[in-house]
């Protein structure tokens, strides 16, 4: 499947642009969302809507795409593994990169509702 952007990955794109800690996350200061958000990118995106693809992302009736097979989700982590740039206190982890495979997925659900993503 084809995806037509209609949109310049600037920095108002993504909602977080700053580095957390996982520090932040651990003591409550940002939610686990914002946490993870903050690593999605362009090619994260890429890398999600292809391995796990963009019609079962749609497709998904779980806020958090639990109905999605978890193996799929630890077969994209692997693809992601080197493109996270993690802050100083934390690195990769399966789980890890689960939670940044779920955030990309999530964004390109924002950026597709907000009518910037078009699949062809």
Known sequence: MKIDRKFRRTSESFPIQQELSREDYMS????HDQYYNQFVT?????IITVSVGTEDILA???PNFNDIALYRWDRCGVLLEGKVNWPKDDGPSTAGLVCVAKAGA???LRLFEGGNIKLL
């Open 28 to 31: 409550g200061k940002v939610t």
């Open 42 to 46: 362009q090619d994260i995106l890429d």
């Open 60 to 62: 998904s009736k779980d």
């Open 106 to 108: 999530k964004e390109f």
